[in-house]
């Protein structure tokens, strides 16, 4: 078989999707004119980039629930930590144009009569490193929280549990004024990113287009994952944790593993998505954006990896309609679907297609195969 083989064609349909998508919207953008019927507006070129940089974080939640089996209620945190080490990039490119003029130290430092720029802020001023950071610090974090909940064997519903008081306990110390990330109101009138405005439409459109091809890269890499010899083993230990141990294999460094390449995932989410919406609290960390990112992940299809993107956009389309139409009832037609899901769709939107699909090819086989028997047989 081709080395490819990976690709399967459902596969190669979304990225063909993904990838148009990073070339027609910028130029639809850029190129046609605002009264034509098919050019997307400066207000929807961000918006649709949101979206995609949600499917990322739906994609890398789906790699560590539908195939590992760990429901992480906490990856909003490895989302927001990526999102806060750009954030912290774009602060240090304001420079003296702050409220305060000052060409070190962010307006929010100035204010709170910080005298110099804090040890972790150093080196946020070039972008490659703000971007190993925002890979990295997620990861990092992940790997520790793992090695401790992996290797004491906890499973189940208290793991999800305490992933939750993670991203619970984070967002309030980034609330504190004295960790030194803007507290309350968090990082944002940003600027400028690699030297261009981020409110230039040319700026929004090359960032639209970086984070589709992202969430393409994102895809092949959790696709080749599941579909190694590694994704067999962690589907093994989410189907049957106790007999994959018992043949001898190492379960929690294969949790651990996937864990944290997940966050990795997560974080660069985060770091695309900043720029995009031009700011960053810690109410990223709230523990509803986690949950809300698994009502996503089952919408589309857990275990499906494309069905966790489509419910990532799928999802926050509504939401961007229901708020703007019934504000006050959007949380409750989310929980709506969230329940109708779970008892109509319990596969999702993608698996409830394969099985529709399914039973309909078994269907037509013995039609098909009745058919072939009558032609092989001799004339009466």
């Not at 984070?170 to 504190?176: E, K, P």
């Not at 690699?194 to 092949?220: H, I, K």
């Not at 959790?222 to 294999?249: H, M, N, P, Q």
């Not at 993107?309 to 799928?314: C, H, P, Y």
Request: proline share 4%; net charge positive; glycine share 10%.
């Amino acid at each position: 078989m081709s080395r490819y083989r990976f690709l399967d064609a459902a596969g190669l349909i979304f990225l063909g999707v993904v990838l148009a998508m990073a070339v027609l919207v910028p130029a639809s953008n850029l190129l046609l004119p605002p009264d034509s019927a098919l050019h997307v507006s400066d207000y929807l070129v961000p918006l649709l980039g949101k979206y995609l940089a949600f499917a990322m974080l739906a994609l890398a939640l789906d790699l560590v629930w539908g195939y590992c089996g760990i429901l992480s209620l906490g990856h909003g945190a490895f989302f927001a930590l990526g999102g806060y080490a750009m954030g912290m990039y774009l602060m240090r490119q304001i420079g003296p144009r702050g409220v305060y003029g000052n060409p070190v130290l962010p307006d929010f430092m100035v204010f709170l009569n910080w005298q110099e720029l804090p040890w972790f802020w150093l080196g946020f001023d070039q972008f490659w490193f703000a971007a190993l950071m925002a890979i990295l610090v997620p990861g990092a974090l992940a790997f520790c929280f793992g090695w401790f909940a992996f290797r004491s064997r906890v499973t189940g519903v208290y793991l999800s549990i305490i992933t939750q008081a993670m991203t619970f306990a984070l967002m309030l110390a980034f609330f504190r004024n004295d960790m030194g990330f803007g507290g309350n109101n968090g990082l944002t009138d940003f600027k400028e990113i690699l030297g261009f405005s981020v409110q230039a439409p040319e700026t929004r459109a090359a960032l639209f287009a970086a984070t589709a091809v992202a969430l393409a890269l994102s895809y092949l890499l959790c696709r080749w994952v599941v579909t190694s010899k590694l994704g067999k083993v962690v589907v093994a230990v989410r189907d049957a944790e106790s007999r994959t141990r018992f043949i001898g294999y190492r379960v929690e460094n294969y949790k651990l593993l996937v864990f944290t390449l997940s966050a990795m995932l997560a974080g660069v989410a985060g770091a695309l998505y900043v720029p995009q919406v031009g700011i960053i609290n810690p109410s990223e960390f709230a523990p509803a954006n986690s949950i809300e990112a698994v009502i996503w992940v089952a919408v589309g299809g857990r275990g499906t990896l494309l069905g966790a993107a489509l419910g990532a956009f799928l999802v926050n389309a509504g939401k961007t309609w229901f708020t703007g139409v019934l504000p006050d009832l959007w949380l409750f037609a989310l929980g709506g679907l969230f329940v109708a899901t779970t008892l109509l769709i319990p596969k999702g939107v993608v698996g409830a297609v394969t099985d529709l699909l399914g039973v309909r090819r078994k269907s037509e086989l013995p039609a098909a195969q009745s058919i072939v028997a009558a032609a092989k047989s001799p004339a009466e």
